[in-house]
T-cell receptor
Framework: AQSVTQLDSQVPVFEEAPVELRCNYSSSVSVYLFWYVQYPNQGLQLLLKYLSGSTLVKGINGFEAEFNKSQTSFHLRKPSVHISDTAEYFCAVSVHNAGNMLTFGGGTRLMVKP | ETGVTQTPRHLVMGMTNKKSLKCEQHLGHNAMYWYKQSAKKPLELMFVYSLEERVENNSVPSRFSPECPNSSHLFLHLHTLQPEDSALYLC?????????????FGPGTRLTVT
């Protein structure tokens, strides 16, 4: 079985500062990787995904993530955050050839301060 | 309406009540999902339907009963719930469940069991 660990439950950061949200996974087989964002009182929205190819993936709202197979990580980064980026961020994995089943991490609350 | 909609957005029910959550997707997708999002716990997949057939049931208690009458609608029937069932219930859909397509989420139903 696979698992996802988001080490930081909360990340406070000042507006216009860079941010990195960490995600590590565990799986005995190849995985696909995702980052979702959840704004208050809303469902989850896909930020970006890694299926294959280039390990640096660019998503919406200026976010990017890098897949590191040797470290089993998929950290999310943004060079300059805005107040509107305040939200909960979820990392998720699905296993190759096992259907579209997502296993989520516990989430990281990004709090952007003015 | 566009995307994935869920009704009601908020629900308070007693432990002896029977209620139903409704999800509707307007995306022409063939797979639909129910997730449970509890405080301080990762999102948990409850049920998966593909072309109106249930394909996954992740050991969910029988007090939760899903129904998928067609590919656009998904219900979660609730009866004799427990206070620990209080959570945000999210519905999602994807083009199908065999390929790793993006899952589109609804805004959720916030359920409180008293």
């Amino acid at each position: 079985a696979q698992s996802v660990t988001q080490l930081d439950s909360q990340v406070p950061v000042f507006e216009e500062a860079p941010v990195e949200l960490r995600c590590n996974y565990s799986s005995s087989v190849s995985v696909y990787l995702f980052w979702y964002v959840q704004y208050p009182n809303q469902g989850l929205q896909l930020l970006l995904k890694y299926l294959s190819g280039s390990t640096l993936v660019k998503g919406i709202n200026g976010f990017e993530a890098e897949f590191n197979k040797s470290q089993t990580s998929f950290h999310l980064r943004k060079p300059s955050v805005h107040i509107s980026d305040t939200a909960e961020y979820f990392c998720a994995v699905s296993v190759h050839n096992a259907g579209n089943m997502l296993t989520f991490g516990g989430g990281t609350r990004l709090m952007v301060k003015p | 309406e566009t995307g994935v909609t869920q009704t009601p957005r908020h629900l308070v029910m007693g432990m002896t009540n029977k209620k139903s959550l409704k999800c509707e997707q307007h995306l022409g997708h063939n797979a639909m999902y129910w997730y449970k999002q509890s405080a301080k716990k990762p999102l948990e997949l409850m049920f998966v339907y593909s072309l109106e057939e249930r394909v996954e049931n992740n050991s969910v208690p029988s007090r939760f009963s899903p129904e998928c009458p067609n590919s656009s609608h998904l219900f979660l029937h609730l009866h004799t719930l427990q206070p620990e069932d209080s959570a945000l219930y999210l519905c999602a859909s994807s083009q199908d469940r065999q390929t790793t397509y993006e899952q589109y989420f609804g805004p959720g139903t916030r359920l409180t069991v008293t």
